[in-house]
């Protein structure tokens, strides 16, 4: 099995739906690559420390994994979930938006 020592990981800030700002979190192995990568899609409530381990945890093994804060425009981790919950209307749409594969793989060729 392949395991990657090294890694960089960080917040960035890719364009959602409509070119909402949204903050991502990504971690690339150290080295040349290039890397398969991965997007992690969180649950309700949302971003949280278990999906940015996961993320450095695929960053670990050799993939290049990004997992975006989809519900940063609701008030984010830090939200009620059940209220954001409440709000499934914009929910349905704009996280369909924020996951566009183009905007995600130009933050990923960074």
């Given amino acids: 099995m392949l395991f990657y020592r090294g890694m960089t990981c960080e917040n ?53 994994a990004i997992c975006a804060n989809l519900y940063h425009r609701e008030g984010g981790s830090e939200a009620n979930p059940d209220e954001v919950a409440a709000n499934r209307e914009c929910l349905n749409s704009c996280v369909a938006g924020d996951l566009n594969p183009t905007d995600l793989c130009l933050v990923l060729n960074h």
């Fill in 12 to 64: 960035v800030t890719i364009k959602g739906d409509k070119g909402t700002p949204i903050t991502a979190y990504v971690a690339k192995p150290s080295g040349p690559g290039p890397f398969p990568g991965v997007v992690l899609v969180h649950h309700l409530p949302g971003w949280s420390e278990f999906y940015i381990e996961t993320t450095r945890r695929f960053a670990h093994h050799g993939y290049l």
